[in-house]
């Protein structure tokens, strides 16, 4: 069958059914929005360029920086999680951060143009601490929360005695900066609101490239002399492209049009329910819906979105890192989105819950959130869970991030996979607990046609998508329904005899060689019924070289 290359090398297949339905597949995490106009997916994959190409020194990288891509931290996937850490450091006073004389900040630059504006670690520094790289998926409809709806949740004297106190973290945007107060939602404080001040403050802290928003370089060290003698660019070194996007802006619509990452089993499992009993709900709060302003974009504007944060500020007691940042003290951190959970290594803001399994990650992430703090209590009750209740409720926290039909789980939908499905479609139940869970497209508890459907249409295998006897289906879809294929390539096998024959005279040969030959590149010779004739096809051919039996 025809399929669709897309820049991510994703493969799209189109299922010429006549009981064919619009089904609305979870997108890969790093995957647009559904939705998007064809002038925004422009948007997007341009930003996607931006934001994975190295910014050079003549192009306003450093003096002083950390890396000179978004992509370097954001890895998993692209714009998501990393394992890189960031440094920041300080002196400790009476119990309160403070930045080092002399210095404007409390972020490391590890990197620089050349040795003579490299940053250092100063003696006198008593605070030293690691940031992992945070995700920046679905960034546009994180914004896109009403401020009234974070403040609608914020405690800040934990007037219902539950132990939780969270705050808002007010903010100025970067491009409105006299305007009001934001409730800021990204970064590990909280403390930036928008997408556009997001790639405002990390292209100019993290790559040195000063722009609109953030105009001035810092200074190595706060060293203004070193700077003078390293900067050669002038400021802002940001400036707009042919079409009059600058990188902050393109690397903003990437981030802005990212979607949510998938949950699978989509209603939810059992361990959901022990998530929630134990309090974990508390902060990693589940359902938000965005803005209906009409200045949103259509696949933006209200929307229910399930990132599992409340973006708040809360006191994590041991689990603070130590800085000022704002108005965020020392022990406050905000809480992380839980969405794409399952493919984060290392966890927490300091990487402490890394390597091992998933189950082993996220154990040891949940129990560093005790003993002080707001999250303890319902780490002492998560250690209290006998082993079944432990298992479910790390099932549920490995879907979120899993795909739809993904029942390896290897983050794509490929024969392997079929080949799980199909016991999961003969015995025609499941439940969301069971692997067969994440095969029930519409959560009916049923594994039927319309799970079918999805399943072919999330499929990414090359395996099986040919339609060999050319009647609209492809073979997959009919091994499914019965057809045999006894020596499992995926072609059923009462078609096998006659492929390749094709001037219809019963015999393979010379004759059928001198067509696909002629029609190569084309679909005129195509065996396996993938609109295109190629290798696989000559293969085929050669395979059944002579009568048609």
């Known amino acids: ?50 934001y994975s190409t190295p910014i050079t020194v003549a192009g306003g990288l450093g003096p002083i920086m950390n890396k000179s891509n978004c992509i370097s931290c954001h890895t998993n996937p692209i714009g998501g999680w990393g394992s890189i850490a960031v440094n920041h450091y300080g002196i400790e006073k009476k119990g309160e951060f403070m930045l080092l004389p002399g210095e404007t900040q409390s972020l490391l630059q590890t990197l620089a143009v050349s040795p003579l504006c490299a940053e250092v670690v100063p003696e006198d520094a008593t605070v030293f601490i ?37 705050r808002v973290h ?35 802290n993290e790559m040195g490239l000063t722009n609109a928003l953030v105009p001035g370089e810092n200074a190595p060290n706060g060293n203004a002399s070193i700077l003078t003698e390293c900067d050669s660019v002038a400021d802002p070194e940001d400036a707009p492209d042919s079409e009059g996007f600058r990188f902050i802006d393109r690397v903003t619509h990437f981030q ?39 200045s949103l974009e259509d696949a933006i504007r209200n929307k ?23 108005d965020a003290d020392e022990s ?17 803001h300091h990487g402490a819950a890394a390597g091992g399994t998933f189950a082993t990650r996220v154990t040891k992430a949940i129990e560093l959130h005790g003993p002080f703090g707001e999250g303890a209590a319902s780490a002492a009750a998560f250690m209290a869970l ?69 399943f072919m249409q999330a499929y990414e295998g090359a395996e099986g998508t040919g339609d060999c006897d050319r009647d609209g289906q492809i073979d997959l879809m009919e091994i499914l329904l019965g057809a045999p294929d006894a020596d499992s390539d995926f072609i059923p096998d009462d078609c096998v005899g006659c492929q390749a024959d094709f001037n219809g005279d019963g015999h393979r040969d010379g004759v059928d060689l001198g067509i696909l030959l002629a029609g190569w590149g084309t679909a005129a010779a195509d065996a396996n019924g993938d609109g295109v004739t190629d290798g696989v096809d000559l293969g085929i051919l050669l395979a059944g070289w002579g009568t048609c039996g």
């Open 1 to 50: 069958m025809p399929r669709m290359m897309l820049p991510t090398a994703t493969l799209l297949l189109v299922v010429p059914l006549a009981t064919a339905r619009a089904i609305d597949i979870q997108p890969k995490a790093g995957a647009p929005l559904a939705g998007l106009t064809t002038a925004q997916l422009e948007l997007f994959w341009a930003g996607h360029e931006a």
């Open 170 to 204: 007010w903010v100025n945007l970067l491009e409105d900066p006299t305007g009001p107060l934001r409730a800021g939602r990204f970064g590990w404080k909280a403390q930036v609101a928008s997408t556009l001040s997001f790639s405002g403050d990390a292209a100019r």
């Open 332 to 348: 406050e951190m905000r809480t992380p989105v839980l969405w794409n959970l399952r493919t984060r290594d290392p966890m927490l």
């Open 130 to 166: 690691q940031r992992i790289t945070n995700s920046s998926l679905a960034f546009g409809l994180i914004e896109a929360i009403p401020d009234a709806s974070i403040a609608a949740n914020a405690d800040a004297t934990d007037a219902n005695a539950d132990g939780i106190s969270g």
């Open 256 to 294: 802005r049009y990212l979607a949510q990452p998938p949950q699978t089993p989509k209603s939810g499992m059992t361990g959901e329910a022990v998530f929630n009993a134990i309090g974990c709900n508390a902060c990693h709060i589940r359902d938000w819906t965005t803005s209906n302003s009409p």
């Open 304 to 326: 229910a979105i399930k990132p599992y944060s409340d973006f708040l500020l809360h006191n994590m007691g041991g689990l603070g890192d130590g800085v000022q940042q704002g």
């Open 386 to 454: 006998g082993g079944t209740q432990k298992a479910q409720l790390i099932a549920f926290l490995g879907s979120l991030g899993k795909l739809e039909f993904d029942l390896d789980p290897d983050n794509q939908v490929d024969a392997f996979d079929f080949t799980l499905f199909q016991p999961c479609f003969a015995n025609g139940a499941a439940s969301p607990d069971t692997n067969c869970g994440v095969a029930d497209f519409n959560q009916d508890g049923l594994i039927n046609m319309v799970d079918a459907d999805a």
